[in-house]
């Protein structure tokens, strides 16, 4: 089971990340799970929208991949579709600093994107860059998922302290104590709660961890029998229809005035979330070997 929810809190953050938007509140209370067993994420009050670098920014780091080119081209083409609300500091900076010469050496999945220089989070689960503010970008949500994980396997984060700044001294000096036998799971989220974010591991490392191995990615939203199923406690229960909350994050996310890319925003709307809100029927062939 805690494999199944770790595959899916990957794919949602790939996903959010692929659109440009950097979490920056993971933690359990902000993972929900829907009727169909799968699970989404609430609570984007702390979310941000990072930029695109300017062509001047670029060339003055390094010269963009093709690969890195098309994946901001995506991110301005498509949109998000959720909803929340809470975290630590609701304050965020509309200043971004330019990336340094230290910053570029070792190229990541953010290199196409400016950072951001807000403080922000849920205190336990602030990655360290943050509290340096020396800017932040996607790595954050990574550092975040790390406390998760350990959550899961030892029922505590890694970093509390008897107060705050006790919890952010740790964050910032020691390391996590991941006791126990050596295991692919505890190697994962050493490797996820590595304090230099240039060498903390990004996505495609996650996916091809050994935690991970035999899981099939492209069929996670497709299964038809997750581990759990919530019953259904409160009926006809009067709330936000899904509408109104799409129309609201993408007010917010993506201004009117922005019309780049409103072509196509509509073939991309549901390719992820509407795999996620459907209740998938049971197939012939249908099997749970794949984690």
């Not at 609701?90 to 010469?101: G, N, V």
């Not at 220089?117 to 970008?137: C, D, Q, R």
């Not at 919890?167 to 996820?192: M, N, S, V």
């Not at 990004?202 to 492209?218: A, N, R, T």
Request: proline share 6%; aromatic share 10%.
């Amino acid at each position: 089971m805690c494999r199944f929810y770790a595959v899916e809190l990957v794919l949602a953050l790939e996903y959010l990340h692929e659109l440009g938007i950097v979490y920056r509140d993971l933690k359990p209370e902000n993972v929900m799970i829907q009727e169909n067993g799968h699970i989404m994420l609430v609570d984007f009050d702390l979310s941000k929208k990072l930029n695109p670098k300017s062509p001047h920014s670029l060339s003055q780091n390094s010269s963009p991949s093709p690969n890195s080119e098309k994946r901001s081209r995506k991110q301005r083409l498509t949109r998000l579709y959720s909803f929340c609300n809470s975290g630590i500091s609701p304050w965020d900076s509309d200043s971004e600093p330019p990336l340094t010469t230290a910053d570029s050496v070792r190229c990541t999945e953010s290199d196409s994107v400016e950072k951001s220089n807000s403080f922000v989070g849920t205190e336990e689960y602030v990655a360290p860059e943050i509290l340096s503010g020396k800017g932040h970008g996607f790595s954050v949500d990574w550092w975040s998922y790390g406390i998760v994980l350990y959550e899961m396997l030892y029922g505590t984060t890694p970093f509390k302290g008897s107060n705050r700044k006790e919890t952010f001294y740790r964050i910032l000096t020691k390391d996590p104590e991941l006791t126990g036998e050596k295991t692919a799971l505890r190697d994962l989220i050493a490797r996820l709660l590595e304090k230099d974010p240039d060498r903390r591991i990004q996505v495609e490392e996650i996916k091809g961890h050994d935690f991970f191995k035999g899981v099939k990615w492209d069929e996670v939203l497709h299964i038809a029998r997750p581990p759990y199923i919530p019953e259904n406690e409160v009926e006809n229960k009067v709330g936000f229809s899904k509408h109104d909350v799409e129309v609201f994050v993408n007010e917010v996310f993506f201004p009117t005035n922005d019309d780049d890319g409103v072509e196509n925003c509509e073939n991309n709307k549901t390719a992820w979330v509407g795999e996620l809100n459907h209740i998938p029927t049971q197939k012939k062939n249908d099997d749970f070997l794949i984690f």
